[in-house]
């Protein structure tokens, strides 16, 4: 995570109500101020604050992280508001392993700020709806990736941009939930 961690509490609170068979088993943010820190200590799960310095490059880093990640042993690595771009530093040591959740629709809005770019396209009568959607990181594009699921957000007439980031954000929760699902029901099943 890099900031508040509103998908990182949806995933710990289906986890721990039991909609959601699996553990969080560490979570790590690049930044030291994210309050998804706060929201894990608060499940009892480890928040390591794990920054990049100015001088090493981002492939450096990438290993370094990689190497943090790897001891926690994961079956599944979520980025669920992480705001850097990872290197095959990274990406390689975990193949088919890392998912990312993004407010857009495949091929639509990638990068940041897709909420923003969604509602102004809206505006100028382009668009009528955005979405969500969760796919595989196979490699250093951004937001591309084969798509594990995603879903449709209409944009009614009466939404601001702050409804509209109220409803992807709902959106995120559910679906971020239920696609981790998905992919452990696979796992048990020996399909993944």
């Known amino acids: 995570i890099s900031g508040n961690g509103s998908n990182l509490q949806a995933v710990l609170d289906a986890s721990r109500n039991g909609t959601l068979d699996a553990d969080v088993v560490a ?12 929201r894990a200590k608060k499940a009892g799960v480890p928040a390591i604050v794990f920054p990049k310095s100015k001088e090493e490059t981002r492939e450096v880093y990438d290993a370094r992280l990689a190497d943090l990640v790897e001891g926690y042993h994961p079956d599944l690595i979520v980025l669920a508001g992480w705001m850097r771009l990872l290197t095959m530093a990274f990406i390689g040591r975990f193949p088919k392993k890392i998912i990312n959740l993004h407010p857009a629709l495949p091929g639509t809005f990638a990068g940041v700020n897709a909420i923003e770019r969604a509602y102004a396209a809206y505006e100028n009568f382009e ?3 955005t979405g969500v959607m969760v796919h595989y990181v196979l490699d250093e594009s951004v937001d591309q990736g084969p798509v594990i699921d995603q879903q449709v957000v209409p944009i009614e007439p009466e939404y601001t941009l702050h409804d509209l980031e109220a409803k992807i954000h709902a959106c995120e929760h559910e679906l971020l939930v239920k696609s981790i699902q998905q992919l452990v029901t696979q796992m048990e099943d020996g399909h993944a």
Request: include cysteine; aromatic fraction near 0%; proline fraction near 0%.
């Open 27 to 38: 979570v790590v943010s690049n930044k030291a101020g994210a309050v998804g820190l706060e």
């Open 127 to 129: 668009i009528c709806s």
